[in-house]
């Protein structure tokens, strides 16, 4: 059972940067290494130039597209960034996670310590586990506000997190980051169509795959670590 994630975005903003905007760092889908695809939902981007993977691990940003330098005419400009970290393992039962993480809620801290997280809501699906948490620890991303969405969903033989933040003193409004969860699980198992089955009945909208440049390299945490710790 996986319960961490990352939570390093390197030098993530949530304004586009000079180098946002001279290069084209945003891309609908991009291919990890492995071969497992992650795509952005309808409105969003992946942000390629912050995409990090090694040894099948991986995180990838995906951000509204005008935030990352793109056009603002697709997707209207919003503080919300998602953080998907991908590590080989499963998180198995879901209702099993579901119920260990109610009784021991500081393992979705990235400190591991119960004082440091307070639980809002947790929820599952067929196919992924969706929790409302407020994390004070330190490790965030810049920027962002301590309460976010947390979801956990296995595709392929991979454990994947996926980590929804609003702006430091913006929250997502508690439907509207569950939302975005769920529309970013929907879109990597749309992606991954072949490896399992969707897990939400609406679906995000079509995507155009694009080649991704190469993937730079960071260091990996722990097994343990990439679980729900990570954004």
């Not at 499963?90 to 119960?114: E, F, I, K």
Request: aromatic share 4%; proline share 9%.
């Amino acid at each position: 059972m996986i319960l961490a994630g990352c939570e390093s975005v390197p030098a993530f903003s949530f304004a586009p940067s000079d180098a946002d905007r001279a290069g084209r760092v945003a891309t609908q889908e991009v291919m990890l290494r492995d071969g497992l695809r992650v795509r952005a939902p309808c409105g969003k981007c992946v942000d390629t130039r912050r995409t990090r993977q090694r040894a099948g691990q991986a995180t990838v940003v995906i951000a509204n597209c005008s935030n990352l330098g793109g056009r603002r005419d697709i997707g209207a400009p919003d503080p919300g960034l998602v953080l998907v970290t991908v590590t080989p393992g499963a998180h198995g039962d879901l209702d099993v996670l579901q119920a260990t993480l109610r009784a021991n809620p500081g393992l979705l801290a990235r400190s591991g310590l119960v004082d440091d997280v307070d639980l809002i809501s947790i929820k599952t699906s067929p196919a992924a586990l969706y929790a409302n948490l407020i994390d004070v620890s330190p490790g965030a991303p810049d920027g962002v506000s301590p309460r976010h969405w947390k979801a956990a969903l296995d595709v392929a033989g991979r454990a994947i997190i996926i980590s929804v933040f609003g702006k430091e003193g913006g929250p997502l409004p508690q439907a509207e980051g569950e939302t975005l969860a769920r529309n970013v699980a929907q879109a990597l198992l749309d992606a991954n169509a072949g490896l399992a089955t969707p897990v939400e009945t609406v679906p995000p909208g079509d995507a155009t795959v694009e080649t991704p440049p190469e993937s730079t390299e960071n260091t990996p945490q722990s097994f343990m670590e990439r679980s729900f710790r990570a954004p």
